[in-house]
């Protein structure tokens, strides 16, 4: 039986400007860092890798991470204050989270959001 995801692990052409991306977004680097060829961040329980690529080494559409976070709409106002521009604005789904999507320096898709409460709960 799967437990979890442990970590994912990201492909980066330039690890400087990708560390400051996450730091900006609030994720706390725990090993490496902007000088390195591999660095793990925070991810609630689990990890955030970033591992340098060759700019030969490119790659097309593979997915997205999706992290849940305490706030959407502070993260999203975070993101935007640090001069980044999400690809959505927060919005609910038909699915039952809050969300918005936001495409990392290196164009992998994030997105982060939060389950809302049924509306028995509220």
């Not at 990890?47 to 340098?52: C, G, I, R, S």
Request: charged share 20%.
């Amino acid at each position: 039986m799967i437990e979890g995801v442990s970590a994912v692990t990201l492909g980066t052409h330039e690890m400087r400007r990708a560390v400051q991306f996450y730091r900006a977004l609030g994720f706390e680097v725990l090993h490496g860092g902007e000088w390195s060829s591999f660095t793990s961040f925070r991810a609630g329980t689990s990890y955030l890798n970033l591992t340098d690529q060759p700019a030969e080494r490119r790659w097309s559409w593979w997915g997205r991470v999706i992290f849940y976070v305490t706030d959407v709409d502070a993260l999203y106002e975070r993101a935007l204050a640090a001069g980044y521009k999400p690809a959505t604005v927060p919005r609910d789904a038909k699915w039952g989270e809050r969300f918005f999507h936001l495409v990392d320096p290196d164009g992998q898709e994030l997105s982060f959001a939060r389950p809302l409460l049924p509306a028995s709960v509220q």
